[in-house]
T-cell receptor, first 115, second 109 residues
Framework: DAGITQSPRHKVTETGTPVTLRCHQTENHRYMYWYRQDPGHGLRLIHYSYGVKDTDKGEVSDGYSVSRSKTEDFLLTLESATSSQTSVYFC??????????????FGPGTRLTVT | RKEVEQDPGPFNVPEGATVAFNCTYSNSASQSFFWYRQDCRKEPKLLMSVYSSGNEDGRFTAQLNRASQYISLLIRDSKLSDSATYLCVGNTGFQKLVFGTGTRLLVSP
């Protein structure tokens, strides 16, 4: 299994509070991603990073920001959590390895509940 | 129309059966496809990659039909441990993937 950890694994927070989720990898992969998974929607890309301090928006980026100051860490911040951000958040990593460059490997997920 | 569409199932099959899932995609520019397996309350895990017409790994066979824009996954000799949700995935751009909502498989004794 790819060396990816996420913290916290579970969190309950109140509407309006800031929340930061952390993804840590030990694979030295260049690309990192944050997804959310909700029933009926599958996995949707929030933000991704293609290198240290290089990030870009995904499909559902509103209300989220990210930072990547080191290769191994990718942080997802909800500036002011809303109930619509209750979801399971997955981090993923990938690297450019010839034809296998698009394969992504996922962390264990963080279950976030916003009350 | 969703970029990747799958029958949500569930597919209920007995042990030992052969089962096939189809997935259609709308982006004709997609080059790479994947099948991921996801167990309840767990992360998706890569099952197979499909870069050309198909791929085979033991009991699992994936086929890609670019003309009709669909990908299939065939599971032979189903095991109880195959019970899971199977996600069909295509790439939409450099290093970016789009996921189907998954097909649930239940294998019974």
């Amino acid at each position: 299994d790819a060396g990816i950890t996420q913290s916290p694994r579970h969190k309950v927070t109140e509407t309006g509070t800031p929340v930061t989720l952390r993804c840590h990898q030990t694979e030295n992969h260049r690309y990192m991603y944050w997804y959310r998974q909700d029933p009926g929607h599958g996995l949707r890309l929030i933000h991704y990073s293609y290198g240290v301090k290089d990030t870009d928006k995904g499909e559902v980026s509103d209300g989220y920001s990210v930072s990547r100051s080191k290769t191994e860490d990718f942080l997802l911040t909800l500036e002011s959590a809303t109930s619509s951000q209750t979801s399971v958040y997955f981090c993923a990593i990938s690297d450019q390895q010839g034809s296998r460059g698009y394969e992504q490997y996922f962390g264990p997920g963080t279950r976030l509940t916003v009350t | 129309r969703k970029e990747v569409e799958q029958d949500p199932g569930p597919f209920n099959v007995p042990e030992g059966a052969t089962v096939a899932f189809n997935c259609t995609y709308s982006n004709s520019a997609s080059q790479s496809f994947f099948w991921y397996r996801q167990d309840c309350r767990k992360e998706p895990k890569l099952l197979m990659s499909v870069y050309s017409s198909g791929n085979e790994d033991g009991r699992f066979t994936a086929q890609l039909n670019r003309a009709s824009q669909y990908i299939s996954l065939l599971i032979r000799d189903s095991k109880l441990s195959d019970s899971a949700t199977y996600l069909c995935v295509g790439n939409t751009g450099f290093q970016k993937l789009v996921f189907g909502t998954g097909t649930r498989l239940l294998v019974s004794p």
